[in-house]
């Protein structure tokens, strides 16, 4: 047996052993197929020892029946192999594919070559392991059916020559067999395996069209997976444009305050000058009036420098500023101090001296003007200054613009690369899925070629029973005939009440009838014994023969020859001491066939009583004989019978015992393929959820600006496309869903009509059983 099958009984395979040679001496070349039970703890199974007149060749140790239980065994060896060989060549040829396309990165990483090359060799190593186990196999099996046919070949017949009918019923057998020999590879019809190869290529086609639909998924997917991710760095870029557009406005605002600020100043400066040359007809109350301007400005100019500490790009004309403000508010305190000595002095001072001072502020005056006009000068250069800066601020903001617009485009490009590169990733998984998905498949087609075997070999077995009991019948309807016959000559015998009448004519006339009637009766017993001994497949005759012989010969004295009128309880089968007629002892007949001197030679010593008496012995025990093949009949088809048969079988072919484990894996591989149909549903589901979103996150996109209605436009059309794919998808997954469905109901049939079929024989069986029980109590 091979070791790897999941039935494998190591004890079986520990007590098999060749059987030994049988008791007449003659050696055999065949091996023993059965559980390796020793002769001495069971009777061997086969015909009994023949009787001393019949010339039948020795039986060997191993029934016809037992090698051809081996060869079936064996048929189902060679099929089961043939499925390991076949597996072993997809692992090698998936082995090969994945070396093939991973030799581009050996040079990267030597890893993934070390372990490509390990995983080829393994399975090339398990290839060749199958190979050589399915060669054995089949050679065995030759050999099998070559011991078949030497066996039948030497089977001889077992009074006189063989006849036409005979040798034709022996060519009709090794036909059979050699017809079987030629359908051992074959555990099911053509028409069988033409609709299991129908039946792959459309599981292969709703494969193929789910790996499409994935693929359409995926690509939809990713697809809305761009979009959001563009409509996320819009919306950004949206933000921060409007941001920057802000900040922009805030600083052209800053910027305009600054220069009212300044033209405020301008003004200030330039009533200030006015005020100065109204200084010398100015009286007490104008001084008031330009110190309080003064002070103003002294705010004003403050606040300017707040403003400017702001900017710091106008920090140095706010100093130029302030040096000159400083510079105006010392003329402006030499101005009060020279009114106030003016006025301190008027009343004492000569015309000429006022004169002098009237040119010295007249000077000061001419100064004050110059200045305030380097101050609008400066002003303007400012003005001219701060409108440059804003351009060239504009101009960097745009290009700062245009530069991530670019990296923009450019991350875009990258995502779209990773999802590209991610859709590759998911499409080696999904073929990955659809290898290991196939190699399930192939694994449960093989369970069911398995079990598809073995209800053929039970069929066969049981069409070998109904052979048997039809041949069975034939000898019981023979052997009743024989009854009949006998009971009439009875009757007839019964008739003659005048013993000297019946002396009379059996010592002229009768006698030599009735010895030839009651010899023909004991050549039809003697051809009846051959024939039942014949049938080496009806076991529980041969033990029932095999039994009354040992019976006979332990009654039978140890010296000297039997008595005509010895009675032999249990003879079923019609075997009597070694006579002739079942009137003269063997001792008493001369080589010619003739009485000899002395024993039963006078006529008138002839006792026709005792010859009437053993005839009656020979009816009751024919009738004893067809009365227990009657019961043996009856009981043939009982429980314990049928469940013995049951045991032998598990102990020949230890698989028989793994049919109900069998149907729980099949049960088990039909809840994973619920299980993943119900998760394919889901992501089904969950597909057309994202599409939903991804309609809603379209519609919303169109609110945004003019450069993006063209993109949502676009991503609309798209996902209203892949609306109608899903669409489309959902209703071929619709349909596969029923299919699956279908397919679910008639594996289940199936598996009920398998269970209802395995029952029946498991009943059939349990009858047959019964009726071995029974037989043995009668035995016993």
């Known amino acids: 047996m091979d070791p ?80 390991i060989q076949n597996q072993a060549q997809m692992a090698l040829d998936r082995a090969n594919a994945e070396y093939r396309k991973m030799s581009e990165h050996f040079q990267t990483f030597p890893q993934i070559r070390e372990q490509k090359t390990a995983a080829k ?66 555990s099911f019809s053509a028409a069988d395996r033409q609709r299991i190869e129908i039946k792959f290529k459309d599981l292969e086609q709703q494969v193929g069209h789910l790996n499409n639909v994935i693929k359409d998924h995926q690509s939809f997917e990713g697809q809305i997976k761009d979009l959001t991710l563009r409509y996320t760095q819009l919306d950004k870029d949206l933000k921060a444009t409007h941001n920057s557009s802000a900040a922009d406005k805030q600083c052209v605002k800053d910027k305009c305050k600054d220069l009212e600020q300044q033209v405020a100043i301008l003004t200030m400066h330039t009533q200030l000058d006015k005020d100065l040359k109204a200084t010398h007809n ?54 009060d101090s020279r009114l106030s000595s003016l006025q301190d002095h008027v009343a004492g001072d000569s015309g000429d001296s006022l004169q002098a ?52 485009a450019q991350y875009v490009e990258d995502g779209i690369k990773g999802v590209k590169e991610d859709r590759e990733a998911v499409l080696q998984q999904i ?18 070629n398995d079990i598809l075997a073995d209800m053929s070999t039970i069929k066969n077995r049981l069409v070998t029973m109904e052979s048997k009991t039809e041949d069975y ?29 019946v002396a009379g004519a059996m010592q002229n006339e009768d006698y030599e009838s009735v010895k030839s009637t009651v010899g023909n009766h004991a050549q039809e017993i003697s051809k009846l014994k051959g024939e039942v001994s014949n049938k080496a497949d009806k076991e529980f005759v041969a033990s029932a023969m095999q039994k009354v012989t040992r019976e006979q010969h332990a009654v039978q004295p140890s010296s000297g020859p039997p008595t005509p009128g010895m009675v032999l309880p249990g003879s079923s089968n019609g075997s009597m001491p070694p006579q002739t007629n079942g009137i003269h002892p063997q001792g008493s007949l001369n080589p010619s066939g003739q009485p000899r ?17 053993e005839l009656q012995q020979q009816t009751d025990i024919l009738s004893y004989v067809t009365q227990r093949l009657q019961t043996q009949y009856n009981n043939l088809t009982t429980e ?38 119900e998760e394919m549903q889901g992501q089904v589901a969950k597909l057309a959820l994202d599409a939903g979103m991804a309609l809603e996150a379209a519609k919303e996109a169109r609110n945004f600006s003019a450069a993006t209605t063209r993109i949502t436009s676009e991503a609309e059309s798209r996902s209203e496309q892949q609306a109608k794919a899903c669409q489309t998808i959902r209703q071929e997954l619709d349909g596969v869903s029923k299919r699956l469905s279908e397919l679910e109901s008639q594996g289940r049939k199936e598996l009920l009509e398998l269970s209802g079929r395995v029952s029946t024989i498991v009943t059939e069986i349990g009858k047959v059983k019964g009726t071995f029980e029974a037989w043995e109590e009668n035995r016993g």
């Open 4 to 83: 790897r099958r999941p039935g494998y009984n190591p004890d079986y395979a520990a007590k098999r052993k060749p059987s030994r040679s049988p008791p007449g001496g003659v050696t055999t070349k065949m091996q023993r197929t059965g559980n390796g039970s020793d002769a001495a703890d069971a009777p061997t199974s086969g015909r009994p020892a023949p009787p001393a007149l019949m010339t039948v060749a020795p039986m060997p140790a191993d029934s016809l029946v037992d090698m051809l239980m081996a060869f079936g065994n064996q048929c189902s060896k060679v099929a089961s192999t043939h499925v």
């Open 121 to 186: 060799n393994k399975a090339e190593k398990s290839l060749k392991a199958a190979t050589t186990d399915l060669d054995q196999h089949r050679e065995a099996q030759k050999q099998l059916a070559t011991s078949i046919a030497t066996l039948v070949a030497k089977a001889q017949p077992a009074v006189g020559a063989a006849s036409a009918a005979d040798l034709q019923h022996v060519e009709q057998k090794c036909n059979a067999i050699e017809k079987k020999l030629d359908d051992s590879n074959n």
């Open 282 to 335: 100015s009286s007490a109350a104008d001084k008031q009036c330009i110190k309080d301007k003064c002070k103003d400005l002294e705010q004003q100019v403050g606040h300017l420098n707040n403003v400017i500490k702001d900017h710091q790009s106008l920090e140095g004309q706010i100093k130029d500023l302030t040096r000159r403000y400083t510079q105006l508010e010392k003329d402006l305190k030499a101005v």
């Open 357 to 408: 001072k009237l040119l010295a502020l007249t000077v000061q005056t001419s100064q004050i003007k110059t200045t305030s006009n380097m101050n609008e000068t400066t002003n303007t250069c400012s003005s001219q200054t701060i409108e440059a800066r804003f351009q060239h601020e504009r101009d960097l903001a745009r290009d700062e613009n245009e530069k991530r617009d670019q990296a923009i």
């Open 431 to 448: 073929t990955a899925m659809s290898q290991a998905r196939a190699q399930d498949v192939a694994q449960v087609n093989a369970l069911r």
């Open 473 to 501: 019948e034939s000898v019981k309807s023979t052997v009743g005939d024989h009854v009949q016959e006998i009971s009439k000559l009875k009757g007839e015998i019964s008739t003659k009440a005048d013993k000297e009448f």
């Open 597 to 613: 001197v002395g024993s039963f030679s006078n006529p008138s010593s002839f006792d026709a009583e005792k010859r009437i008496t």
């Open 640 to 677: 314990s019978v049928c469940q013995a048969m049951l045991d032998q079988l598990g102990e020949v072919w230890p698989h028989a015992k793994n049919w109900e484990g069998w149907i729980n894996e099949l049960k088990a591989r039909q809840a994973e393929f619920d299980r993943q149909k």
